[in-house]
């Protein structure tokens, strides 16, 4: 690398060093000498050692005076290559040994309680960067890097260690925004070095521990057996996150939204939201009444809670944990849409004052796909929340997997690496270390409004949970786990040691609080600070649980005249200098043809005077997905880019200058992350109509922990409304097996007691009518709309502007073009299969056929349906579905119409499958019409179910 005579050192055979040889060095000097900021603040520094270096021994290795211009020609290699030089040559090395120790410290950091940490080579010796203790007393202006002067080797490495190798590990090298790295590098290197707690700061930690172990300690004693997933050996989370509150609260957060899982959640209720003991053991004594929960409710550490807490400092901090359920780090991206929902409304877009703070476990950051997800989501415009802090209690153990076999990487937060969010790993038993870390998090997360993790490594003192014995697979961690003292323990003799504080502050705070702990089994009332509703909670109260007959008929969602004329207007019209492709042109064309000539729109038009009126409403509109600007079949062009300038112009955005915003957002490539994202908005705001649509209705497959877990089970476990919309294209037209089914009798096989709405629309202005019912109804129910995909463009799709002005959405919709005394079959079906059906019905002129769409599948249209078979007294009926015998929705109608109609019906549908549908247009195409041609055959034959 140097041009010297030396034997060849461990550092030539590295990256970090190869990276940075002689001529590339002398590059950067060269461009230091012309503009210092040219170069990196770390190379700043040493340059400006290096100059210091000439002008006290000069060019030629003088040790008075000397020129301070640098040689000419090669710099820097020209001084390296001279025997006299010595000092420069070495002043490179230990620059270079500084540079290892940012990079590469975090590896010999003493961040493990209870194991020795595996030798990751870090190649952090003297003898890797040719350097020898021979060097140790000389002198190096390195030193300033770090903030100590000009310094003899022997200190420089003593400093570093001291930062780098401590209770902490700092990975943050690998972060690419030099203000970032300068203002990280500053807190490491000299805060760390001066932080020094006060005696209160001290006490505080130590009673939040207290805390922590007692109210285990408690539930172990009182509740022997019972799964509550304990902090022990993770205790110091209580005094982290209360530390990461108050800080947070100093620096203008004003709410606090928590995620996560089962570990520790019972002790974070009580000592850090504040949940009255009372409450805890009630539920473990099992004392809940059932009008409480109005539904199934769910375990105890599943449940969310709502608090308000006063800071040490008297500030007042809004805390909220989310209910979540087993399924680990599905809880993140709702936490994320819960809190953008309260920053575009309640805190107006100043995300600075909502702060998302996810818990994670090591095992789940690092094997759940959802958490690379929402780092991938954590930039873009239509999901960042203002920056999220990610505190991970590292257990070591995943259920009862080692960390070696539950992981490739060498830590289980190396995610953060793909967004440069910091990382700081810390030993969880020195909470000093651990709350220096939670106040950094908050200042870096206030400053950049970025992501940072912090990663404390623990121990897990029990099995997966109380009853588990994890000596099974863990034999010789937990001998040593079961000698080891907690970390309340470690900290009181470290405060003693040190003299801060006298031994009996400690044991009376134990007694004190065991005391306390009794008085509340006992029935001592507690008295929290009283929690009082913000704007959209309270909104949340004045809506009702939906009751039966809520589903009889729809309300009225029609609108005006004029507000027709306003968005049609707005979706017809584009400036003067907007120059749109020619398609566009025809497309705008066309949008006017039909609000000013034929009165007659199609799907694209109906949909968008639904989110245009809701805006007029002053209701927010919010809708992501892929590609969903455009729409995946190109039908929607919500937001036109200007053919020369790519500039976006959002035609819903011109109705009025007193109207709310459209929010629409091409997602990232993801199902999971989106619709958690989607369906955490819509739970914070009910006022909101927020919808996710699929690509094709079947991606909807990569969100199922999603559906199952939230969607469609939130109400009931959580007592948690929500009208999330999501829109599902789904239709047999050719496409393959992955392009036509939005496995519509997965949605219905999880219906019950009216929990969602799941709908099969064929007319637009019946999808008008579906959407404003989402925010017309007294209450909120999620929506599952199997989109259509062909019918977009279909000329028999369209609905009459009166449609829109007077009406509600139709449940049922009965053949109009048939006279019922003369009908003797009536086919039922939903979605796009009755267009093929109507077509045979036309051409073949039966009117002795009626076809009756099911628009609204769940809640089951009793009181319709009902009057349709009372119509048609008599009449043979048949169930005709475009998919397999074994899916759609033909399990569920024979059921329904069974049970509450009381009535025989036969199925057509293609043969079970375990495939949606088949692969090749034309085969398709031949079981279609051998379909259609089956459902007016003269008599129905039966299904020949293998």
């Known amino acids: 690398m140097y041009q010297l005579n030396r034997k060849k050192s461990t550092m030539d055979n590295y990256s970090y060093v190869s990276n940075a040889e002689i001529s590339y060095v002398d590059e950067m000097y060269q461009s230091y000498r012309k503009d210092p900021s040219s170069v990196d603040e770390t190379w700043q520094k040493f ?32 001084v390296a290559s001279s025997p006299a030089t010595t000092v420069s040559e070495k002043e490179v090395r230990v620059h270079y040994l500084i540079h290892a120790y940012r990079s590469r410290g975090h590896l010999r950091s003493k ?29 190096f202006e390195a030193g300033n890097e770090i903030g100590i002067g000009a310094a003899s080797l022997r200190k420089i490495v003593e400093t570093l260690k001291f930062i780098y190798e401590g209770a902490i590990g700092f990975e943050y090298m690998y972060i690419r925004k030099p203000e970032k790295l300068a203002w990280l590098r500053n807190k490491i290197e000299k805060e760390s070095l001066a932080h020094n707690l006060t005696l209160d700061e001290k006490k ?43 800080a947070s609260a100093e620096l203008g957060v004003e709410e606090v939204v928590i995620g996560m899982a089962h570990r520790g959640r019972l002790n974070v209720l009580a000592n850090i939201m504040g949940k009255t003991y009372e409450q805890i053991f009630n539920e473990f004594e099992g004392n809940i009444k059932p009008d409480m929960t109005m539904g199934d409710g769910d375990v ?37 849409g819960f809190v953008r929902a309260k920053g575009d409304r309640l805190y107006g877009y100043d995300y600075k004052k909502v702060l998302p703070v996810l818990i994670h476990g090591d095992a789940a950051v690092a094997a759940q796909g959802i958490v690379y997800e929402i780092v991938q989501m954590s930039k873009l415009a239509g999901y960042q929340t203002g920056g999220t802090i990610h505190f991970v209690i590292n257990n070591q153990v995943g259920f009862t997997t080692d960390f070696e076999d539950a992981r490739s990487s060498i ?146 969602t029609s609108i005006t005249q004029e507000v027709i004329d306003k968005v049609g207007k707005a979706i017809t019209d584009i400036p003067a200098d907007f120059k749109p492709l020619k398609q566009i042109e025809k497309l705008l064309k ?35 997905g892929q590609d969903v600007q455009r729409g995946t079949f190109s039908h929607r062009h919500a937001v036109l880019k200007d053919a020369e300038t790519n500039e976006p112009y959002y035609s819903l955005n011109h109705i009025s200058d007193n109207q709310k915003r459209f929010r629409i957002y091409n997602s990232l490539l993801s199902e999971y992350g ?117 019918l977009l463009r279909h000329p028999l799709v369209v609905s009459d502007l009166k449609e829109f002005t007077s009406g509600r959405f139709q449940e049922v919709i009965d053949d109009a073009n048939v006279d019922a005394k003369k009908v003797k079959r009536v086919l039922f079906c939903t979605g796009k299969v009755y267009y093929d059906l109507f077509e045979e019905q036309k051409n073949a002129k039966r009117n002795d056929v009626a076809i009756v769409r099911i628009e609204q599948l769940y809640p089951y249209p009793e009181k319709q349906m009902a009057a349709v078979f009372e119509k048609y007294k008599g009449a043979e009926y048949v169930w005709v579905q475009e ?45 279609q019409a051998e379909l259609v041609k089956r459902a007016f055959a003269e008599k129905i034959e039966k299904m020949n179910i293998r």
Request: proline content about 5%; overall charge neutral; charged content about 25%.
């Open 300 to 336: 105890k550490y599943h449940m969310g809670y709502s608090s308000e807490v006063v800071t040490p400092k008297g500030q007042k901090i809004n805390l909220k944990l989310m209910p979540n359920p087993s399924h680990l780090e599905a809880v993140d991206p709702v936490v994320l």
């Open 47 to 78: 340059f400006e050692g290096y100059n210091f270096s000439l002008q006290k021994y000069g060019e030629k290795g003088a040790t008075n005076g000397g020129s301070a211009e640098a040689p000419s020609g090669n710099g820097v290699a020209a």
């Open 204 to 246: 505080r930690i130590l009673s939040k521990l207290n805390e922590a172990v007692v109210f285990e300690n408690f539930l172990h004693t009182k509740y022997v057996g019972q799964k509550r997933f304990s902090l022990e050996g993770g205790e110091t989370t209580i005094p982290a996150l209360d530390k990461m509150i108050t």
């Open 111 to 139: 961040t493990n309680p209870v194991r020795e940490r595996k030798d990751r080579k870090p190649l952090l010796e003297l003898t890797d960067f040719g350097l020898t203790d021979a060097d140790l007393d000389v002198v």
């Open 590 to 624: 066309d949008r006017k043809e039909q609000f000013q000539d034929t009165k007659i729109v199609n799907w694209a038009t109906a949909e968008l005077l639904a989110y245009g009126s809701l805006l007029l409403e002053k209701k927010i509109v919010r809708f992501s």
């Open 411 to 556: 830590y289980c937060t190396d995610v953060a690496k793909i967004v440069d969010a910091p990382v700081m790993h810390v030993n969880g038993d020195d909470p000093e270390a651990v709350t220096f870390c939670m106040r950094l998090a908050a200042e870096y997360r206030q400053k950049f409004n970025e992501d940072i993790f912090i990663d404390m490594v623990c121990y897990r003192r029990h099995g997966h949970n109380e009853s588990d014995e994890p000596k099974f697979t863990q034999p010789k961690l937990y001998n040593v786990i079961s000698r080891h003292a907690n970390p309340r323990e470690l900290y009181n003799q470290k405060l003693i040691e040190r003299g801060d504080v006298d031994a009996e502050i400690a044991k009376n705070m134990d007694r004190e609080f065991r005391d306390m702990l009794q008085d509340r089994l006992n029935q001592v009332k507690q008295k929290p600070l009283p929690y009082s509703l913000q704007k959209m909670e309270k909104e949340w109260t004045e809506l009702r649980k939906a009751t039966k007959e809520d589903f009889d008929q729809s309300p009225d």
């Open 883 to 927: 998919e397999p015998y074994n899916m759609g929705a033909w399990g569920y109608i024979l059921r329904r119409m069974y049970l509450m109609n009381n009535t025989g019906i036969e199925v057509i549908a293609r043969d079970e499958a375990s495939s949606p549908a088949v692969g090749y247009l034309k085969a398709h195409n031949e079981k």
């Open 674 to 790: 989106v619709l958690g994202f989607e369906y955490g908005y819509a739970m914070a705001n009910p006022s909101a109509l927020v919808i996710w649509e699929a690509q094709f209705g079947d991606f909807a497959n990569g969100t199922q922990v999603m559906i199952d877990q939230f969607v469609t089970s939130g109400e009931t476990k959580w007592q948690r409304q929500n009208g999330l919309v999501m829109q599902l294209p789904h239709g047999y037209e050719g496409q393959g097996p992955e392009h036509s089914s939005a496995r519509l009798e997965r949605f219905l096989g999880l219906c019950a007691n009216n929990n969602i709405i799941v709908t099969n629309i064929t007319t637009p202005a019946n999808m008008f009518h579906a959407l404003r019912r989402q925010l017309k109804w007294e209450f909120r129910k999620p929506l599952i709309n199997m989109a259509p995909k062909s």
